[in-house]
């Protein structure tokens, strides 16, 4: 229940490797984690490298779970320019991915894309047809069209024309916002949390929600064998309580939340205060907690 403190006081750690012979599979998110939009964090793919280096009656997997709007091979040419080593981890799940199944759920789709056009790649290759709000029967938010100027109050008047007309969304990215040039940048989330406010039907892609933790743990088995690791034997890393450690709760998997990310300003760890000092209020505010807190993805 939201504002109930946690059960018992959440262990801060300074490194990974101070819990990571407990897991075989870390399921570890990408933007706040491993880059803040500008800039690679080289520990953390260090770290990643580490844990996947560990022996053990299996291997360790890592597997990158993100709410990018766009497929996998996007999100890895992103990360590269970033000069986070393809050593750090097995394989990528994004939105993207998830987005272009359920669209797929639709073909011949006349499909209203609101969102910027470096997102078009979602498209590429499946059974629709690109149309203008008033012709569209199906929307895809990728994002807002201008994620510099614009807030969901731009989209007020057009959200409700499509809400009139019975339009249904796929929301590609459920993050309300992300963490650019040390700014909160607004998402697709927060669109999609407009619509159905009024009352539009929106079906989301990525976390928190269930069905990415699905694909992640049939990726995860298709890696060895068909057989997934025990979720209590799963780290899910991120920086965003609402997506990265609610999604993580309702999957049963253990988590790690990375302070020096979306929450750095709550949590302390602005640069005016360089240090992680403690959380156990701030906790205490949140609809759910982890098992964990650390400053940054370290070995």
Same mark, same amino acid.
């Given at each position: 229940?939201?504002?109930?403190?946690?059960?018992?006081?959440?262990?801060?750690?300074?490194?990974?490797?101070?819990?990571?012979?407990?897991?075989?599979?870390?399921?570890?998110?990408?933007?706040?984690?491993?880059?803040?939009?500008?800039?690679?964090?080289?520990?953390?793919?260090?770290?990643?490298?580490?844990?996947?280096?560990?022996?053990?009656?299996?291997?360790?997997?890592?597997?990158?779970?993100?709410?990018?709007?766009?497929?996998?091979?996007?999100?890895?040419?992103?990360?590269?320019?970033?000069?986070?080593?393809?050593?750090?981890?097995?394989?990528?799940?994004?939105?993207?991915?998830?987005?272009?199944?359920?669209?797929?759920?639709?073909?011949?789709?006349?499909?209203?894309?609101?969102?910027?056009?470096?997102?078009?790649?979602?498209?590429?290759?499946?059974?629709?047809?690109?149309?203008?709000?008033?012709?569209?029967?199906?929307?895809?938010?990728?994002?807002?069209?201008?994620?510099?100027?614009?807030?969901?109050?731009?989209?007020?008047?057009?959200?409700?024309?499509?809400?009139?007309?019975?339009?249904?969304?796929?929301?590609?990215?459920?993050?309300?916002?992300?963490?650019?040039? $040390?700014?909160?940048?607004?998402?697709?989330?927060?669109?999609?949390?407009?619509?159905?406010?009024?009352?539009?039907?929106?079906?989301?892609?990525? $976390?928190?929600?269930?069905?990415?933790?699905?694909?992640?743990?049939?990726?995860?088995?298709?890696?060895?064998?068909?057989?997934?690791?025990?979720?209590?034997?799963?780290?899910?890393?991120?920086?965003?309580?609402?997506?990265?450690?609610?999604?993580?709760?309702?999957?049963?998997?253990?988590?790690?939340?990375?302070?020096?990310?979306?929450?750095?300003?709550?949590?302390?760890?602005?640069?005016?205060?360089?240090?992680?000092?403690?959380?156990?209020?701030?906790?205490?505010?949140?609809?759910?907690?982890?098992?964990?807190?650390?400053?940054?993805?370290?070995?």
């Amino acid at each position: 229940m939201a504002g109930k403190a946690p059960d018992r006081p959440v262990p801060t750690i300074p490194h990974l490797s101070a819990i990571a012979a407990d897991y075989d599979l870390i399921l570890c998110d990408v933007w706040g984690v491993l880059h803040d939009g500008t800039v690679g964090h080289r520990a953390a793919g260090e770290a990643l490298i580490r844990f996947r280096g560990l022996e053990g009656s299996r291997a360790r997997r890592v597997i990158l779970v993100s709410n990018a709007p766009r497929p996998w091979p996007g999100v890895q040419t992103i990360l590269d320019g970033y000069g986070v080593p393809r050593e750090a981890y097995d394989a990528i799940l994004t939105s993207g991915d998830l987005t272009r199944r359920l669209i797929a759920a639709h073909p011949a789709a006349r499909v209203y894309h609101l969102g910027p056009d470096r997102d078009r790649p979602i498209f590429e290759g499946l059974d629709l047809t690109l149309v203008g709000e008033e012709a569209a029967d199906l929307v895809v938010c990728t994002g807002l069209f201008d994620d510099d100027t614009e807030t969901a109050e731009d989209y007020r008047d057009s959200l409700a024309r499509l809400h009139a007309r019975g339009v249904p969304m796929i929301c590609a990215n459920p993050d309300l916002v992300v963490e650019r040039r $040390k700014t909160l940048i607004p998402c697709a989330g927060l669109i999609a949390a407009a619509y159905a406010e009024i009352g539009g039907a929106v079906t989301y892609a990525g $976390k928190p929600y269930a069905p990415v933790y699905a694909a992640a743990l049939a990726m995860a088995a298709d890696l060895d064998g068909g057989v997934a690791p025990d979720t209590a034997r799963i780290l899910a890393i991120g920086d965003a309580i609402r997506t990265d450690i609610a999604g993580a709760a309702g999957a049963g998997i253990p988590s790690l939340l990375v302070a020096r990310g979306i929450h750095a300003e709550e949590l302390g760890v602005s640069l005016d205060h360089q240090s992680l000092g403690d959380v156990a209020e701030w906790l205490a505010r949140q609809p759910v907690h982890p098992d964990a807190v650390t400053e940054r993805l370290v070995w």
